[in-house]
């Protein structure tokens, strides 16, 4: 069974920064591309961020580019995103996702979420 297990979140400051990391079991992790999505309340999910099996390509959406940064430890089983810089439109759940192939929007697989929460 597939898991996808988010942890991180919590409330910040705007300007301050957050580390979110997902643990991922169920399937041969490094040989697939995973995302990053976002719901703000009362919206629909939002793309955040796409990153390939092995490190070498990454994506972001303009809204949180050059904010935040993609990454994973294919020996840890792990995701993360770095957000900095934080702004109060970044409050969302953030879900951890396996895509169908990089690029894809077709989640395969989305994790419980973790909540940020970005105000003064």
Partial sequence: EVQLVESGGGLVQPG??????CAASGFTYRNYAMSWVRQA???GLEWVSDINSDSSSTRYADSVRGRFTISRDN????L???MNSLKPEDTAVYYCVRP???GSRDYRNKGQG???T???
């Fill in 16 to 21: 301050g920064s957050l580390r979110l990391s």
């Fill in 41 to 43: 309340p009362g919206k």
């Fill in 75 to 78: 020996a840890k089983n792990t």
């Fill in 80 to 82: 993360y995103l770095q």
């Fill in 100 to 102: 169908f192939r990089y």
């Fill in 114 to 116: 973790t909540q940020v």
């Fill in 118 to 120: 970005i105000s003064s």
